[in-house]
């Protein structure tokens, strides 16, 4: 069972960054090398939606049209960590990140049926 620590949410103005990291382990030790990363959010009464993926294979990496040229995706095989750097934020960018991960390398997904490893959310608010 892979676990997923979440950080980096916050309170930012539109136009603003943050970067979120999430921080992966097994009890194991089994490497976590071979997994497939994505980060999801959920805003109050809406659906969890995808916002990017990174995939273990090549690093192909997947973002929602919403945050295409803002968001990127990026890993650290080395620390275990998976980042997502947001810029650019809007209001509409706010909600509840999650982190998921799922032991298919070469998966490239932004539908949360796909990963069943998720990590506790980290609130991020883009005040107008």
């Known amino acids: 069972q892979v676990q997923l620590v979440e950080s980096g949410g916050g309170l930012v103005q539109a136009g603003g960054s943050l970067r979120l990291s999430c921080v992966a382990s097994?009890?194991?030790?089994?490497?976590?090398?071979?997994?497939?990363y994505a980060w999801f959010r959920q805003a109050p009464g809406k659906e969890r939606e995808g916002v990017s993926c990174?995939?273990?294979?090549?690093?192909?990496?997947s973002y929602a049209d919403s945050v295409k040229g803002r968001f990127t995706i990026s890993k650290d095989n080395a620390k275990n960590t998976v980042y997502l750097q947001m810029n650019s934020l809007k209001p509409e960018d706010t909600g509840f990140y999650f982190c998921?991960?799922?032991?298919?390398?070469?998966?490239?997904?932004?539908?949360?049926?796909?990963?069943?490893?998720w990590g506790q959310g980290t609130q991020v608010t883009v005040s107008s």
């Open positions: 998921a991960a799922a032991p298919h390398a070469e998966l490239v997904s932004l539908n949360p049926v796909d990963f069943h490893n």
């Open positions: 097994e009890a194991s030790g089994f490497t976590l090398d071979y997994y497939t």
């Open positions: 990174i995939s273990a294979s090549d690093g192909w990496t």
